[in-house]
Nanobody, 117 residues
Framework: QVQLVESGGGLVQPGESLRLSCAAS????????MGWYRQAPGKQRELVAS???????TYAESLKGRVTISRDNSKSTVYLQMSSLKPEDTAVYYC???????????WGQGTQVTVSS
């Protein structure tokens, strides 16, 4: 059974940076795709960024230039570097991994990011 463990969330001030990490374990397959999504109170979950096993990245248009996604395939780990954080970035950030043949989506439990002065 696959488990996704997220870490790195917390309270930061506007303009500061934060790096989230997510490690997939419990399966021998390297995730075909890993990504980060977020959900703010009262809003729908939305894509932040994703990256494939071939290092093809996708970013939400509203976040381009402020976030960078990367992965370590040998460790089945994905990272999200966030810069110039704004209060509207406050949300629960979820890690997703697409693993196996056929591919199955797995989700982490989420990590809270709060941007406030």
């Amino acid at each position: 059974q696959v488990q996704l463990v997220e870490s790195g969330g917390g309270l930061v001030q506007p303009g500061e940076s934060l790096r989230l990490s997510c490690a997939a374990s419990g399966n021998s397959f390297v995730p075909a795709e890993m990504g980060w999504y977020r959900q703010a109170p009262g809003k729908q979950r939305e894509l932040v960024a994703s990256v494939t096993i071939l290092d093809i990245t996708t970013y939400a248009e509203s976040l381009k230039g402020r976030v960078t996604i990367s992965r370590d395939n040998s460790k089945s780990t994905v990272y999200l570097q966030m810069s110039s954080l704004k209060p509207e970035d406050t949300a629960v950030y979820y890690c997703k991994a697409k693993i196996g043949v056929p591919h199955v989506d797995y989700w982490g439990q989420g990590t809270q990011v709060t941007v406030s002065s």
